[in-house]
């Protein structure tokens, strides 16, 4: 493990594990860890060297001296970029690829965005990044939504009561309701929850892009989604699944929660 110090953010904490020679810089879900993908031990570690980043407010991952303020204003995407020029200053400038689950989608793409004629693999799980999820958006782009947010997770019995009437609703199933639930419980998650959705808010990839640098450059890409999923299903991304060339697209018999025993198992096969 180690630490690339981003200019201007602060030290991004990384995991390093695999037995394989690719480097393979990879980001998580929310309420993980780099090394969320340790549980692959058997379809991605055996063919890669796994670079896995803590996200900002989760592992080791301090950003420097950012106010309130700024951390609700979002980092600028172009931020983003500062990984791969900081780990090239370590490991030299190289070919690599890029692993994304849930909200780690959003780096993985948009550093294919910049570097995508270094990229061999890009894999994607239950993606972020590929569209609008209009629940996110309110919440951190309408005045009413982000409001609302900052009352919420600055409550310890609000955040919990809206999650329940979310699920009576059927606008969450009963995995992300616990999945939720789980980072909530306290005021620190509830202050982390809302500091991290804020701070990764202005991080969207441009989709079409990413499809073109794709189809120009030849690069490998897995798509994975749970047929269950109610936050990022496969129905959504088919706009961009569309745009691309030659993707390889599974959708397993599993909800949002999709990096476990299973997958692994099933990438195997």
Aim: glycine share 8%; charged share 20%; with cysteine.
């Amino acid at each position: 493990m180690g630490f690339l110090h981003l200019p201007g953010l602060g030290k991004a904490h990384f995991h390093e594990y695999g037995t394989g020679q690719k480097p393979l810089l990879a980001f998580h879900g929310y309420g993980m860890t780099g090394k969320q993908f340790h549980v692959l031990e058997k379809s991605i570690l055996p063919k890669y060297h796994i670079y896995g980043f803590d996200h900002f407010f989760h592992g080791g991952s301090k950003l420097d001296g950012w106010t309130d303020k700024q951390i609700r204003a979002g980092m600028p995407k172009n931020m983003v970029h500062s990984y791969m020029q900081e780990w090239f200053k370590i490991y030299g400038e190289q070919r690599f690829s890029v692993m994304g689950y849930s909200i780690g989608a959003n780096l993985a793409l948009i550093l294919l965005e910049e570097y995508a004629h270094l990229v061999d693999d890009v894999i994607l799980m239950a993606p972020d990044g590929l569209s609008v999820y209009k629940g996110f958006h309110f919440l951190l782009h309408n005045p009413l939504g982000k409001f609302m947010f900052r009352i919420v997770t600055r409550s310890k019995w609000l955040a919990p009561f809206v999650l329940k009437c979310a699920k009576k609703a059927g606008l969450i199933d009963d995995s992300l309701y616990q999945i939720a639930y789980n980072e909530i419980d306290t005021e620190q998650k509830r202050l982390d929850t809302y500091y991290t959705l804020n701070l990764i808010r202005l991080l969207k990839p441009n989709a079409e892009k990413v499809a073109s640098r794709i189809n120009q450059y030849k690069i490998n890409c897995t798509l994975i989604f749970g047929k269950d999923d109610q936050l990022f299903p496969k129905s959504a991304a088919m706009p961009f699944i569309g745009m691309l060339d030659n993707a390889e697209v599974h959708e397993l018999e599993l909800g949002h929660w999709l990096v476990i025993k299973a997958l692994d198992e099933y990438l195997v096969r």
